[in-house]
């Protein structure tokens, strides 16, 4: 594989670290989309490679909680301050 290939791979795998810090610090609006987005761009990252009854097994169980985050944070309702 060629250096951009792999990196492209990094920054794909890392985004998963990235989102448990991006989501303290990022405001409710934007932490929903980029949820959202990240999601589902590493579904297709799990989708598109691999092979083995092994890869099938992991992309499975990853696909299935990406597909949570996704549904949870599209179910987002703002955080309201008691008085």
């Known amino acids: ?8 791979g990094a920054i794909i795998m890392e985004t998963g670290i990235a989102m448990i810090i991006l989501s303290w610090v990022l405001p409710y609006k ?3 989309w980029v949820n959202i987005i ?6 297709l ?3 598109s490679g691999g092979h083995g009854l092994y890869y099938a ?7 299935a909680c990406m597909l ?3 549904w949870f944070a599209w ?4 955080v309201v301050e008691p008085i």
Not at 38 to 43: E, R
């Open 75 to 78: 179910k987002w309702k703002p």
């Open 68 to 70: 949570l985050i996704i």
């Open 57 to 63: 097994f992991f992309a499975t169980v990853e696909v």
């Open 1 to 8: 594989m060629s250096p951009g290939v792999l990196l492209v």
């Open 38 to 43: 990240i999601g589902t761009i590493n579904i």
């Open 30 to 32: 934007a932490n929903r």
């Open 45 to 47: 990252y799990v989708v």
